[in-house]
């Protein structure tokens, strides 16, 4: 009697359209980031204002999960980037086969980088290759600096870590949360993560971010 | 050829778990609440300041659920509430399963209310029924008022919306957050839903969600 392991045949067929999704993105010659985080941690307005800052200089287009509403898709498209919305009406993360059909609807030999926004979840969507160049990790600094510790995969996983909303650390608010500990228990988990404090809102450190992200495409 | 439904397999299995758990909280007189957020919302520090406002006034136990550490029971265990850590190594949800082991190594008889501190995750938790007798919803201001919208089911399946970290609303904090927005959408999917704006820092706001915890025990 053969034992069917489910979990595994659905993670295969997902491997599949992921191998499809990278071959699709080197052909057009696009670099791909697969951005995962927490609900409310600050993608979208990372993304918004790394879209209009890079304007002229990056060719960026975006690709959006959320569970319901295309309120998301609707932001980055103010910014006249390319965005296209895929609402998984109530799954916990995209799925490769999903990210392929949104690829084919984006205007790839006129774009260089593509992010996906991920649904807002730091547990599910790390267990699913889209595809990507790599995983960016968003951590806003009112989640807590216990985070690296308590949800190791994605720290471990990823190649970059955005640590948001560091606006919050001065100025009267009352957020207690040790930049020390993130880096060094990130760090722990995963030798290479490149790690950038910043606040997509005032602008601060975004500079670093972006200095990263042109270096990703041999513009550095 | 009988087509296996396996996801309902699973739900099924959860569900007999479920009943038991109801029935062992009923026999014990406990009441029972799974608190549901995405990570950092403030559950625990939520948790630690109920239980020691509410000292020599409601008898609490807590059941922790984490990927990874028991650093949230420890810090319950300081206020001396009896917790219990459950760590699921990886998956994004408790099940009832789990539940009822940590269930059974709580002192039920000294006890009149549990808190199933879930899994930070806004999505996977909230299609789990652990035999609780109502879900909590935590949202900290930081996430963005956008979340009832955005992340529908838990809000809809919630008795009570805890809409934490109200202190960075003022204070020279730059967060916009229209909590007007939040009661409607979340209202508009529950309306039923009771929902306290609080600070679990500051303590203000807390007085109402005690006196809604007291009603549930019949001493309002």
Redesign the interface.
């Known amino acids: 009697m053969t034992k069917v392991n489910?979990g595994r045949k659905i993670l295969d067929a997902n491997e599949k359209y992921a191998l499809r999704n990278s071959e699709l993105l080197a052909q057009h010659r696009n670099r791909c980031f697969n951005m995962i985080s927490?609900?409310?941690?600050g993608k979208t307005t990372l993304l918004v204002r790394t879209i209009s800052d890079l304007t002229g200089s990056v060719r960026i287009g975006v690709i959006e999960g959320?569970?319901?509403?295309d309120?998301?898709a609707r932001r980055i498209r103010a910014t006249n980037a390319p965005a296209i919305q895929i609402i998984t009406e109530?799954a916990?993360h995209l799925s490769a086969a999903q990210v392929n059909g949104a690829l084919k609807k984006l205007p790839l030999d006129n774009l260089e980088m593509i992010f996906i926004e991920n649904?807002?979840?730091?547990?599910?969507p790390s267990s699913f290759e889209l595809g990507e160049d790599g995983k960016i990790v968003v951590l806003?600094v009112?989640?807590?600096d216990?985070?690296p510790?308590?949800?190791?995969?994605i720290f471990a996983k990823s190649k970059a870590l955005l640590v948001n909303?560091i606006?919050?650390l001065t100025?009267?608010?009352?957020?207690d949360f040790d930049l020390e500990r993130v880096r060094a228990d990130a760090r722990r988990l995963n030798k290479s993560i490149e790690i950038f404090p910043v606040s997509a809102?005032?602008g601060e450190g975004m500079s670093a971010w972006y200095g990263w992200l042109h270096g990703q495409l041999g513009k550095a």
Not at 38 to 41: F, T
Not at 66 to 69: G, K, L, P, S, V
Not at 171 to 175: K, N, P
Request: hydrophobic content about 30%; some cysteine.
């Open positions: 489910v927490s609900p409310g941690s959320d569970i319901r509403t309120l998301d109530g916990c649904v807002g979840n730091l547990v599910c806003s009112a989640e807590g216990d985070k510790a308590k949800y190791p995969g909303k606006d919050l100025g009267g608010a009352l957020i809102k005032t």
